[in-house]
T-cell receptor, first 115, second 113 residues
Framework: EPEVTQTPSHQVTQMGQEVILRCVPI?????FYWYRQILGQKVEFLVS????????KSEIFDDQFSVERPDGSNFTLKIRSTKLEDSAMYFC?????????????FGQGTRLTVV | AQKVTQAQTEISVVEKEDVTLDCVYE???????LFWYKQPPSGELVFLIR??????QNEISGRYSWNFQKSTSSFNFTITASQVVDSAVYFC??????????FGTGTRLTVIP
């Protein structure tokens, strides 16, 4: 069964460092997303990406964040200068919209710890 | 504005009991989709079900069933004969035309053997 793959599963980084989280969406999916879940809290939408550009983004997705689809298969989330409060589980998701129906498939998540 | 409320923060049941997880949503859109996801202790998000706003038929899948009532804006989830493996955090989510998911705060279910 096809699945969304995220690497690494756990990343520890020092405050102020740049970090790149990687995702390989399901191959025939056209929509890509990043979500964040701070420990013990709800899952929050960050950004959606379609046709090589951002289609929606939340207030959380500020100038420190960027997304890219560098090679047609990977979908990356970059945090330019990490802060302690960026520590969270980051989920990538992809979906194919067929006649208005969307089902997002989530990756297993990358746990980011900023120290 | 969209909102999903899961008023039950934590529920504990004894194995084999039935349990219902509540979800109430708010949206002004007439076309929307409702989802339930399971997050086991390992952390991943597992898709359980999607319903669209035009289909109020209740659904049953094995021990799982869902009750969608537009009149009360609710999409409740029942697990029959709960098992220890059902222990997880369960999230209800809403998708409208913006094509992204709004999640509730989740309900942590603990099934005691």
């Amino acid at each position: 069964e096809p699945e969304v793959t995220q690497t690494p599963s756990h990343q520890v980084t020092q405050m102020g460092q740049e970090v790149i989280l990687r995702c390989v969406p399901i191959s025939n999916h056209l929509y890509f997303y990043w979500y964040r879940q701070i420990l013990g809290q709800k899952v929050e939408f960050l950004v959606s990406f379609y046709n090589n550009e951002i289609s929606e983004k939340s207030e959380i997705f500020d100038d420190q964040f960027s997304v890219e689809r560098p090679d047609g298969s990977n979908f990356t989330l970059k945090i330019r200068s990490t802060k302690l409060e960026d520590s969270a589980m980051y989920f990538c998701a992809s979906s194919v919209q067929l006649r208005g129906v969307t089902e997002a498939f989530f990756g297993q998540g990358t746990r980011l710890t900023v120290v | 504005a969209q909102k999903v409320t899961q008023a039950q923060t934590e529920i504990s049941v004894v194995e084999k009991e039935d349990v219902t997880l509540d979800c109430v949503y708010e949206t002004r859109d007439t076309t929307y989709y409702l989802f339930w996801y399971k997050q086991p202790p390992s952390g991943e998000l597992v898709f359980l079900i999607r319903r669209n706003s035009f289909d109020e038929q209740n659904e049953i899948s094995g021990r799982y069933s869902w009750n969608f009532q537009k009149s009360t804006s609710s999409f409740n989830f029942t697990i029959t004969a709960s098992q220890v493996v059902d222990s997880a955090v369960y999230f209800c989510a809403l998708e409208t035309g913006a094509n992204n998911l709004f999640f509730g705060t989740g309900t942590r279910l603990t099934v005691i053997p």
